[in-house]
């Protein structure tokens, strides 16, 4: 069975900083995403980024990227320049390539970026 | 991008009352959606797979009879929570979507049973 660990259940940064979210899981799949979510207090969830497990280029969207160690099975989101609006629950989550659809999450690690 | 309509966003009901939410995918169809729960603080909670047309798979420890899911189209997943108790009080949120372009999510219902 699949497991995804976030072993950060809280952080804080000062606004503008970088701050590393980290996130590591188990499978004994070779071929699989990973993604990062995003649940600011409104509670809606939305997707941060995704990582294919076949390509080896870590995937970046704007000031968010990602670490993707797939020997080491780790899978952390570093955010660069962080704004308040980053404040949020950080979820990863880890979904089988065939036909299992379903999302595996990690317990969540709460981002408070300080003005 | 993908767009998921959940609503009610809050309902407070009557212990005993059954209680439906809606699941829309506006721009797209869903042949799968996925329902959870969430508590405060927590991680989401998968309860049940919503498949199009057929009878939707239910996780270890949910009940089938209480959480009665229905997808009846490409575009609308329904979860009723049937005879309320303040224990079923929580967060719901439905999703859809392209598993490798990543799940779209309804905004969430807050059911509170009175």
């Known amino acids: 069975a699949q497991t995804v660990t976030q072993s950060q259940p809280e952080m804080s940064v000062q606004e503008a900083e970088t701050v590393t979210l980290s996130c590591t899981y188990d499978?004994?799949?070779?071929?699989?995403?990973l993604f990062w979510y995003k649940q600011p207090p409104s509670r809606q969830m939305i997707l941060v980024i995704r990582q294919e497990a076949y390509k080896q280029q870590n995937a970046t969207e704007n000031r968010f990227s990602v670490n993707f160690q797939k020997a080491a099975k780790s899978f952390s989101l570093k955010i660069s320049d962080s704004q308040l609006g980053d404040t949020a629950m950080y979820f990863c989550a880890f979904m089988k390539f065939f036909r299992n659809y379903q999302l595996i999450w990690g317990a969540g690690t709460k981002l408070i970026i300080k003005p | 991008g993908a767009v998921v309509s959940q609503h009610p966003s809050r309902v407070i009901c009557k212990s005993g009352t059954s209680v439906k939410i809606e699941c829309r995918s506006l721009?797209?169809?869903?042949?799968?959606m996925f329902w959870y729960r969430q508590f405060p603080k927590k991680s989401l909670m998968l309860m049940a797979t919503?498949?199009?047309?057929?009878?939707?798979?239910?996780e270890q420890g949910v009940e089938k009879d209480k959480f009665l899911i229905n997808h009846a189209s490409l575009t609308l997943s329904t979860l009723t929570v049937t005879s309320a108790h303040p224990e079923d009080s929580s967060f719901y949120i439905c999703?859809?979507?392209?598993?490798?372009?990543?799940?779209?999510f309804g905004s969430g219902t807050r059911l509170t049973v009175v």
């Open positions: 999703s859809a979507g392209d598993r490798g372009s990543g799940y779209t």
């Open positions: 721009d797209f169809q869903a042949t799968t």
């Open positions: 919503s498949n199009e047309g057929s009878k939707a798979t239910y």
């Open positions: 499978t004994s799949e070779n071929n699989y995403y």
